[in-house]
């Protein structure tokens, strides 16, 4: 089945995207420092009534959802009708979900990144070491730099 989005270019690579595929990631932090073309969608997820949540939560009262049934009337005809059934008061945490439209391949790429990232196999852990001694935020995480690593992770940002 052809659309119009078949035979795009793909945003990520720049290669022929015969079909749309989308790579998502759920965080808190606002992603577009490092990915500003990614679409910023909201959604919800529910939580305990009681339950404290950092960040926005959205109550509703009770209220009903349709049940339908199929009433025969006679041999050749049927008629739906409409029940409703009791549903309890929710409590709805706000999330945040940030999307990248990419092609096939570069999803393959995010996921086998995901799936090292999710085993520590992404990056090489180090202990900070004495002369690192100057915290620096970095995509929401504090690392520790030397004075030679700060001057090079300074000059390597935009100036605002």
Not at 1 to 21: A, F, K, L, W, Y
Not at 48 to 72: Q, S
Not at 133 to 138: A, F, G, K, L
Request: a negative charge; hydrophobic letters at 30%.
């Amino acid at each position: 089945m052809s659309t119009e989005s078949d035979n795009r270019i793909c945003p990520v690579c720049q290669g022929d995207m015969e079909d749309t595929r989308h790579v998502g990631v759920e965080c808190f932090y606002d992603v577009h420092e490092v990915a500003p073309s990614a679409e910023k969608l909201k959604f919800f997820q529910e939580v305990p009534e009681g339950a404290a949540i950092w960040g926005v939560t959205r109550r509703y009262p009770a209220g009903t959802i349709d049940k339908h049934r199929i009433i025969r009337v006679d041999e050749n005809t049927s008629k739906i009708e409409t029940d409703q059934t009791p549903l309890p008061a929710i409590r709805l945490r706000e999330n945040t979900l940030y999307s990248v439209t990419c092609c096939k391949s570069c999803r393959a790429d995010f996921l086998e990144m995901f799936g090292k990232w999710s085993k520590g196999k992404l990056r090489p852990r180090h202990d900070d070491t004495d002369e690192a001694d100057i915290p620096v935020r970095v995509n929401g995480a504090t690392v520790m730099m030397t004075r030679a690593q700060y001057d090079e992770h300074q000059a390597g940002r935009p100036t605002p």
